[in-house]
């Protein structure tokens, strides 16, 4: 019977981890330990829109002191600067996963040629708006349908105020090493000399893993044979006075990987994950500064691309960047904690705390399926991408391995962009949908069987959707709006 855990790391993961299970079983003892000399990633800022759906609709949080702390300004979807087209949107709402009433084929056969407003929220993309407003010219305001873009830091220390006041312990102590027997941890010792056991151990001590994969010495599966990218060069730079704050992360194509535009209320920053299979960091670097000049100090953060075997063992449960890792070209590393603390969560709550082993083969079953969906996704982007020709690009599109993703693949080569792909090749749960695939096929134009040539009729009526999503978007408000209301005495949280 578990009734106290300690939590090793406070960075975004060790403290969701903790907060998760202290709101949803208030009965238990929980404590972080983070090591102040190790300190925090500081990278790790673009969510999904299931950030918001976990705090504020799964643990049912107070929205005040998030906006207030995290400062977060609202993400509505990814820009790429991608394939041939100069961009194309991903958007959170459907642009391409469905069918107009009065179209006969689904949004993706009109999308060849040119995507434009498909969607409010691709609507909202291009013209930098977030939120639109109702009949009466009031903003429609949610908490769940747009994702965030959040500083790591500031993330971290809304998640610490929450933590303590939920009842966690938090302490500052480096844990030098760990006892096991077989798979499972007896004690933690830490550089202060205290002995910490504690019935259930959650490793979020990031890239180290110090109890799943050093102490515990879980197996590594690698997915380098698919994603070649293992560093990233980061840096800030001041936003222009009248430079508008995009809602949208930008993913645009370098020479060999791709580079990230988050934006933020004061500053913008930009980050170039790369291979140092085809680029030294001095070259890559300087790649990063000749197309962002504005850009102040710049560091490099090494990484790591796969995932542990199993990510709970005996009685460790490991949770972020210590139970695996992928790149950020689709920001899930936050959308996943958020699954892996549910799933934790919701497994303790129906075992009483008394977690057997068929829950736990079902947990590691569902995380690691999780984990390869990523993957998987992540492979379209590079197998599709012919923006570039440079060496990383080719070997991008010639050896990135689909795994999962060849039937998807297969199949809209052969019918396009039909929905039934997701009834035959998607389980139910998939983080990305149907959406998620069409956008990126669509949107880089993998070459199909089945293009359809629209007649007049269909043109004219499609352009009637587009131009409701354009005038729509074009009067809804922009994040410095939105920012400026929320921080307004007079508004009230719904
Ligand atoms: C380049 C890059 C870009 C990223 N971009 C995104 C993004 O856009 N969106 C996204 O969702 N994610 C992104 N991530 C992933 C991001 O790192 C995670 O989302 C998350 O913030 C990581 O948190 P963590 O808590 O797992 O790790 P960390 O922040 O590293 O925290 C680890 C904690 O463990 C503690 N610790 C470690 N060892 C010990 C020890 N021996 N004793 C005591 N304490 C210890 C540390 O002090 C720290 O408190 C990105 C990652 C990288 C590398």
């Known amino acids: 019977m578990i009734s106290n855990i300690l939590v090793l790391g406070g960075g975004s993961a060790g403290f969701v981890a903790a907060i998760t299970l202290k709101r949803k079983l208030p009965h238990l003892d929980i404590r972080v330990i983070r090591s102040p000399e190790i300190g925090i990633i500081g990278v790790g800022e673009g969510t999904t829109p299931n950030f918001g759906r976990h705090f504020f609709e799964y643990l049912a949080l107070p929205p005040k002191d998030f906006f207030d702390i995290a400062r977060p300004t609202w993400k509505a979807g990814i820009r790429f600067l991608w394939g041939e087209r100069e961009t194309f949107p991903y958007a959170f709402d459907t642009a391409y996963g469905t069918r107009f009433a009065d179209l006969p084929r689904n949004n993706g056969f009109y999308c ?11 609507a909202g993309i291009a013209r930098k708006r977030v939120f639109s407003r109702d009949s009466n010219g009031r903003i429609v305001f949610t908490l769940s349908e747009y994702a965030f873009h959040i500083e790591n ?16 312990t938090v302490t500052d102590h480096t844990v030098e090493r760990a006892d096991t027997n077989g798979e499972t941890i007896t004690a933690l010792h830490t550089t202060g000399g205290e002995t910490v056991t504690a019935d259930l151990y959650i490793d979020a001590s990031g890239f180290g893993s110090c109890l799943l994969g050093r102490a515990l010495g879980e197996p590594f599966i690698d997915f380098t044979d698919t994603l070649f990218c293992d560093r990233a060069v980061i840096g800030p730079r001041d936003r222009l006075p009248d430079e508008i704050i995009n809602p949208y992360t930008m993913a645009e194509t370098m020479d060999h990987g791709w580079c990230w535009q988050i934006d933020h209320e004061h500053h913008i920053n930009r980050g170039y994950v790369y291979s140092s299979r085809f680029v030294s960091d001095e070259d890559a670097e300087a790649e990063f500064r000749r197309k962002n000049p504005l850009v102040g100090k710049t560091r ?4 790591r691309t796969g995932r ?5 063992v005996g009685n460790v449960v490991a949770v972020g960047n210590s139970s695996g890792f992928v790149e950020p070209l689709e920001a899930t590393a936050l959308m996943l904690l958020c699954t892996e603390c549910q799933t934790l969560a919701d497994g303790l709550i129906d075992s009483v705390c008394a977690p057997g082993p068929e829950l736990i083969a079902l947990y590691n ?4 399926s999780r984990w390869d969906e990523i993957r998987d996704f992540l492979a379209i982007h590079y197998r599709f991408n012919t923006r570039l020709d440079t060496p990383f690009w080719q070997a991008a599109r010639n050896e990135t391995r689909l ?9 809209y080569r052969e019918n396009g962009p039909s929905l039934l792909a997701e009834r035959i090749h998607l389980s139910e ?14 949107g880089m134009r993998v070459p199909h069987l089945k293009p359809h040539t629209p007649g007049p009729g269909e043109i004219q009526r499609l ?5 409701r999503n354009a005038q729509n978007a074009e009067s809804g408000y922009t994040v410095a709006e939105v920012l400026a209301m929320l921080r307004d005495p007079r508004w009230r949280w719904v």
């Open 112 to 122: 060849h040629d040119e995507i434009r407003d498909m969607s409010p929220m691709s």
């Open 153 to 168: 830091v500031n993330l971290v220390s809304y998640l610490e105020t929450l933590a303590r006041q939920l009842g966690v």
């Open 300 to 303: 490099i953060v090494n990484f």
């Open 308 to 312: 542990y075997r199993r990510s709970w």
């Open 365 to 368: 079953r569902f995380m690691g």
């Open 403 to 411: 795994h999962g993703a060849e039937e998807i693949v297969a199949f």
């Open 429 to 442: 749960n998939n983080q990305f949908g149907i959406e998620g695939y069409l956008a990126l096929m669509v």
């Open 463 to 467: 352009a009637a959707h587009q131009r």
